[in-house]
């Protein structure tokens, strides 16, 4: 477990502020962070390009977790059936699936 002890953040930005890395499991890696953002007005804590990040409020309401661009440039993304998060899809197959 990472822990840091942040400042000030400025307006707009985020910092992960705790990552816990589980890989006991073959094949499988289950990560969990969390962070700490200082979102402007009509924004909220989400995730972009695989890091914390505010985005529009609206985006996380309805569900459209696609729309804030959660995955790494060049990964797929697509919205887990029951809309409680999304997978990003490598080219070479291997998929990471985050749920909320």
């Known amino acids: 477990l ?3 002890f942040p400042g000030q953040l400025a307006a707009g930005t985020c ?3 705790t990552l816990d890395r589980d ?3 073959p094949r499988r ?3 969990r962070q969390t ?3 200082a979102c402007k007005k009509g ?5 972009t390009r695989a890091r914390p990040a505010c985005v529009d409020a609206r985006i996380i309401k309805t569900k459209q977790w696609c729309e804030m661009l959660p ?3 060049g990964e797929g993304c697509d919205l887990l059936i029951n809309k409680s998060g999304w ?3 490598q080219p070479g197959g291997r998929i990471k699936t985050t749920t909320v």
Do not use: D, K
């Open 2 to 4: 990472l822990s840091f």
């Open 15 to 17: 910092e992960i502020v």
């Open 23 to 25: 890989s006991s499991q």
């Open 29 to 31: 890696t289950i990560a």
């Open 35 to 37: 962070a700490r953002c």
């Open 43 to 47: 924004q909220i804590a989400g995730t």
């Open 71 to 73: 995955c790494l440039e």
């Open 87 to 89: 997978t990003c899809t």
